[in-house]
C-alpha cells in the first residue's frame, strides 16, 4: 500500500470502482435483456403467418423497442418504383391504419422524380435509394430532406413530429423490400420526445433486418402456396379439357365438397355437431378434391369418352355401314347378271320382290345395329342372338369371303348396358388407383399429407363394392364419402354433357336415394344434403331453371 494514500481516499476509490462495476453491470444485463427482446421478437416475427399482422407485429415491435409514438411501414412496389404504405400507427393521434385495420389509400412515395431523377429529398426514399440509415432528432430542423408534408400533416392534426428514425429493411439477398420509419422516442416519463439513440438505432437496424427476413419467408410461402395452387388448378382443369364428356367437373366438384364440409362445420345439431374440420383440414379437402381424377390423365380417350359401343378411335359403325353397302351392291350385280342370265339358267332366276324384300331386311339389320351400337339400354338376350345372326353373313373382301361382324364387333355390340365392355371399364376404373399413385408419390407437406388418400378414395362404396381398394365402412375417412356424393351429385346433374341433359334435382336426388339404400353412399352426409338444402344452394348456382323442379323430401328417402 502507498505511504501517500489516505484511507479514506481507498473509501471513496472502493466507493467509485462498486459504482463503475454496477453501472458495467446494468448496462450488460441492459443490453442482454435487449438481446433477448430482440430474439423474442424475432420468434414472434418468424411465427407469424398471416401478413397483415406480421407487418402490424414488425412496427408494433419496433416502436416497443425504441419506445417509439409513431410507426409507419412501406413495402417496396413490385417495379421497385415506389414506397407503398403499409402500416402507420400513432398512439398520441390514436392511428392504427393498414395491415388488418384495411388497406391505407395514400399516393406512395415514388424514389423516382417526375424527370427520370432520384428522389433524395424523401427522407424513405432517400433511405431506400441509398440504403443509410437515417436519425434525425428534429425533422423541422433536418435541411438534408424536404418535411414539408409531415408539417402539412401536423398542422392538420396538432401534432409536432420531432425525432425520427428511418431503417431500411435488407431480405436475404441484400435488396431492400421496405422501410421502416419511426418517430418520436418517448423519454421514460412518456411525455417528451427525445432523439433515437445510437443504441437504439443499431438493435432496431437488427430488428429490421429480423422483420426483413420473415416478411421475405412469408411472401416466398405465399408464392409457393399460389403456385401450387394454380397448378392443382391447371391439372385439374387440363383432365377436364381433356374431355368434351367431362365439362368443369373438377370445379363444380370441389365447390360442392366445400358446401357439404363448411355446413359440417356450421351444423350445432344431429350426427356432424361435433365434427369440425380446421382450416388446415378444410383446404386439404379441397385440394383433394382438385385433384381426384387426375388418374384420367392416363386413360386413353377412346376409352374415357367412349359414346358408343362400336368406338374406339372412330365409331366403327361406319366400317360396318361399308360392308353393308358393298353386300348391298354385290347383291344387286347378282340380281341383274342372274336376270340377264335368265334364259339360259331359268332355275337361277331371283324375282324382283325377293331381292327387293333381301335389301329391305339388309337395310332393317344395318338399322338395329346402328340402334344396338348407340342403345344405352339393356340388350337382351334376343337382341344379342340378332346380332350374331347378322355377323354370320359373309361378304367378299379381296377376293375372299369374311364374316360381315368380326368376334370383337360382337363381344362390344353384345354389351349389355352401356358403351363399355369389361376390360375397358376396368381401365377406367382404374383412374382412381392411378390418382392415389400418381399423388402419393409427391411430397405433400404435413398439412396436405391426407390429400392421396382421400382423392384415391372417392369411388369407394361403404358396402366394400367399390374400387380401387374395396374398402368398407369405417375404413373409408370421412372426406372421402364427402368427396364421393359431391363426385356422383355433380356427374348426375352436369348439363354441359354432350350425351344427355342433366338430371332435375328431384331425379338426381332420388337416384342417390338409392346409393345411400345400397349402402354405396354415407346416410348422414346424404341426410344433410338434403335437410340443409345443399343441393338447392348448389342448383342455384349451377343448374339451369328447367333443372330445379320441385323435391318431394318423403319420394327421395
Ligand atoms: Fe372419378
Ligand atoms: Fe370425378
Not at 64 to 78: E, P, V
Not at 399 to 412: A, K, M, R
Amino acid at each position: 500500500m502507498a505511504d501517500n494514500v489516505k484511507f479514506t481516499d481507498y473509501d471513496e476509490i472502493n466507493c467509485l470502482l462498486n459504482d463503475v462495476v454496477s453501472s458495467v453491470r446494468d448496462f450488460t444485463e441492459n443490453q442482454l435483456e435487449q438481446i433477448r427482446r430482440l430474439t423474442q421478437i424475432g420468434v414472434a416475427l418468424s411465427a407469424e403467418r398471416n401478413i397483415d399482422r406480421l407487418l402490424e407485429l414488425i412496427v408494433e415491435e419496433a416502436r416497443r423497442f425504441t419506445n417509439a409514438d409513431g410507426g409507419t411501414l412501406y413495402i417496396m412496389s413490385g417495379d421497385e418504383k415506389a414506397l407503398q404504405f403499409e402500416i402507420v400507427q400513432n398512439d398520441s393521434l390514436n392511428v392504427r391504419m393498414g395491415g388488418t385495420a384495411g388497406e391505407i389509400t395514400w399516393p406512395p412515395v415514388q424514389l423516382y422524380n417526375e424527370d427520370g431523377t432520384l428522389n433524395y429529398s424523401n427522407v424513405s426514399s432517400y433511405t431506400a435509394l441509398s440504403g443509410k440509415t437515417v436519425n434525425i432528432s428534429d425533422v423541422y430542423h433536418a435541411e438534408k430532406f424536404n418535411f414539408e408534408g409531415t408539417r402539412k400533416y401536423d398542422s392538420e392534426t396538432g401534432y409536432r413530429s420531432r425525432s425520427m428514425l428511418v431503417i431500411p429493411m435488407r431480405n436475404h439477398e441484400n435488396d431492400i423490400i421496405g422501410i421502416l420509419q419511426l418517430l418520436n422516442a418517448q423519454d421514460s416519463s412518456g411525455g417528451k420526445a427525445i432523439p433515437f439513440s445510437v443504441e437504439s438505432q443499431e438493435l432496431t437496424e437488427s430488428l429490421a433486418s429480423q422483420a426483413a427476413i420473415a416478411l421475405s419467408n412469408n411472401s416466398l410461402i405465399k408464392d409457393l402456396e399460389n403456385l401450387f395452387e394454380s397448378f392443382v388448378k391447371t391439372i385439374a382443369t387440363a383432365i377436364d379439357e381433356k374431355s368434351p364428356y367431362t365439362g368443369d367437373h373438377g370445379r363444380r366438384v370441389v365447390d360442392l365438397t366445400m358446401l357439404i364440409a363448411n355446413k359440417i362445420n356450421e351444423v350445432k345439431n344431429g350426427h356432424f355437431k361435433d365434427i369440425h374440420f380446421d382450416k388446415y383440414e378444410i383446404n386439404e379437402l379441397r385440394i383433394a378434391a382438385w385433384l381426384h381424377d387426375v388418374g384420367k390423365v392416363a386413360i386413353p380417350e377412346y376409352v374415357m369418352d367412349k359414346s358408343t359401343k362400336l368406338k374406339t378411335v372412330f365409331d366403327r359403325i361406319e366400317l360396318l355401314r361399308t360392308r353393308f353397302e358393298v353386300l348391298k351392291r354385290d347383291m344387286n350385280i347378282d340380281y341383274l347378271k342372274r336376270k340377264q342370265d335368265k334364259s339360259e339358267f331359268s332355275d337361277a332366276e331371283v324375282s324382283h320382290e325377293d331381292y327387293n324384300h333381301e335389301v329391305k331386311k339388309l337395310e332393317e339389320d344395318y338399322e338395329f345395329l346402328v340402334a344396338i351400337n348407340k342403345s344405352a339400354d339393356f340388350i337382351s338376350d334376343d337382341n344379342i342372338k340378332r346380332v350374331k345372326a347378322i355377323a354370320s353373313r359373309k361378304w367378299m373382301m379381296d377376293g375372299g369371303w369374311q364374316v360381315l361382324i368380326n368376334d370383337d364387333e360382337i363381344q362390344n355390340l353384345s354389351i349389355r348396358r352401356g358403351t363399355l365392355t369389361d376390360e375397358e371399364r376396368d381401365i377406367i376404373n382404374n383412374h382412381a388407383a392411378i390418382t392415389f399413385k400418381m399423388l402419393s408419390q409427391m411430397p405433400f407437406p404435413k398439412k396436405l399429407k391426407n390429400v392421396p388418400i382421400y382423392a384415391g378414395s372417392h369411388h369407394e362404396c361403404l358396402s366394400g363394392e367399390g374400387y380401387p381398394q374395396g374398402l368398407k365402412g369405417d375404413e373409408i375417412s370421412l372426406q372421402a364419402r364427402i368427396l364421393a356424393l359431391a363426385d356422383v351429385f355433380e356427374a348426375l346433374t352436369a348439363r354441359d354433357r354432350p350425351y344427355r341433359k342433366g338430371n332435375t334435382l328431384s331425379q338426381a336426388l332420388k337416384i342417390l336415394g338409392f346409393m345411400v339404400k345400397d349402402n354405396h353412399l354415407d346416410a348422414d352426409i346424404f341426410d344433410l344434403f338434403v335437410k340443409e338444402k345443399i343441393y338447392l344452394n348448389y342448383a342455384k348456382k349451377e343448374l339451369s331453371p328447367s333443372q330445379i323442379d320441385k323435391v318431394e323430401l318423403e319420394k327421395i328417402k
